[in-house]
């Protein structure tokens, strides 16, 4: 091996968890932070556990509730449709109707 490039290994590195569990462990990096390990994951333990570092979660309900509270008042696309198909029905009328009044 070549002297000087590797980076330097601590035999005796920390993993700390943000529950507080700490695994001592071999590391190029003498200090690793994680937000979830083996002690703490829903995997492991069987209990179910939401990390919201950003907020998500919270927003996701409020936008379910909110959601909730309105009514469904109908669909404008679906609408739209109904508003064309209607309009081409009634626009078929008025050409059959020439067309028969053509042959005559």
Not at 76 to 88: E, G, L, Y
């Amino acid at each position: 091996m070549k002297k000087d490039i590797h980076p330097k290994y601590y035999s005796n590195a920390k993993i700390i968890c943000a529950c507080g569990n700490v695994i001592e462990t071999g590391s190029t990096v003498k200090e690793i932070k994680v937000e979830i390990c083996s002690a703490c994951h829903p995997l492991y333990t069987g209990k179910n556990k939401i990390l919201d570092t950003t907020g998500r979660v919270e927003r996701f309900k409020k936008i379910t509730k909110k959601a909730a509270g309105k009514k469904v008042v109908g669909n404008k696309k679906a609408k739209r449709k109904a508003r064309q198909k209607k309009s081409k029905a009634e626009t078929k009328k008025v050409i059959s109707k020439k067309r028969i009044h053509k042959k005559k």
